[in-house]
């Protein structure tokens, strides 16, 4: 065993499990992960390895982790843990991110009181645009002004672009055997971080990949493979699947997702002024990756957090907010959000809460609310128009 470098992993759930903790070990990080879940904090310290099982559409095959130790995040010895590395990833939802700044922050003032002079660079693996920078807003918010130039100096906020489909993982309740911490993933995977972000020597990762272009692969990967899993979700939901295999078999279904990934690789080829996908080659790879039959992937979790999903921001709103400044067609890309208002799952908190919203205040101004679009915009008069017309016709 050589190790030579230490990273944190904030959460231990798929992507961490299933994507960051063999990339960084196989560049001989020692990885601690780190989460708040205390079952699942036993299980990995009680057995410290699991398997992942790499599945494709015409293969299969896996890959042991072994040494793997997760630290309670909440634990009086968590700091000094995080004092020790090199290096931190954090994958913990979206949600969670201001509770993982504490954290930082807290650990940055130790540092800046122990004169510590060793650079630690922070990579944020969420699915949000430039999720580095984001986090360091919070950071910086949150920490005393005269630690600012220290934090700006020793600490790197690095966006990055993780993409591997992880489904949930189907935990065989056996709590006694190590195989209730494996997951299963697909074949393919890209790490994509931004290199003009990061602090002091870079020592080379295998499976990440440096660019001084971050924005092109997200861009590409959360407005056309998010838009497009998330318009697969919530419209698939409603012609009552349970999986992306089930509905990415539905003509229909397949149709709308299709043409609306279209629509949204459309704006992009006008951001960037360039013909960003010849010949459709990356919305075909990403439908194959769509049909793994021999994956289970739910709905429900790609649907999940609605409210998120449905800010200006992200996947369904920008787009057509894009398409809407370039003059391109959207069509396609109003089902994603007609079909998101009508996402219902009583596990899902932002889902009981839009639907809540909905009740009290209708859809034009839910639309306003969460998606900052106008009540007398034509955009919102659109969505409400089509949500009515689905909602006649299921
Ligand atoms: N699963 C995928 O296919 C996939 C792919 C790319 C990116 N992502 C992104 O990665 C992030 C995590 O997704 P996931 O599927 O791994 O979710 P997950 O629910 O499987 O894992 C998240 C883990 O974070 C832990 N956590 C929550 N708050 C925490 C905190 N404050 N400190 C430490 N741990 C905390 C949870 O207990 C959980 O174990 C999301 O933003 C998601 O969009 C997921
Ligand atoms: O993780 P979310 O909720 O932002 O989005 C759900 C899925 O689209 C997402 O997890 C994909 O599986 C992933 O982004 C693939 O790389």
Redesign the pocket.
Known sequence: MRFFMKALH???????R??VVPILQKSDYEVYL????TN?IQLINKFNKYRINIIGNKNRYFQDIFNVKCID?NSHYFSDYLFCVDLVTI????N?LY??AI?IVNNIIIRFKKNHKKVLNIIV????VLGGTKFKKIVLKMLPLHIHQYCHNYIGFIDSC????????NHNNDYNHPSCLDVSVEPFYEWVIDQKQYKGCYKHIVGIVKTKNLSFFLDRKFFILNTGHAILAYFGLLHGYETTYQAINDMNVKNIVQQSMKESMNVLNSKYNQIIDKNDIYISSVFDRFNNKNITDYLL?IGRNPINKLKKQDRLIKPIIQAIQFNLSYKYLLYGVASALMYKNIHDNEAIKLQNLIKEYGISLVLYKVSEIDVHHYLNNEIVYLYNKIKKNI
Do not use: H
């Open positions: 904030f959460g231990s759930g798929n992507i961490g299933g994507l780190a989460d708040v879940d699942l995040v994958s913990v939802g979206v969670n509770t993982v954290k693996c969420e699915n949000i993780v993409d591997r489909i992880i489904p949930l993982t979790r």
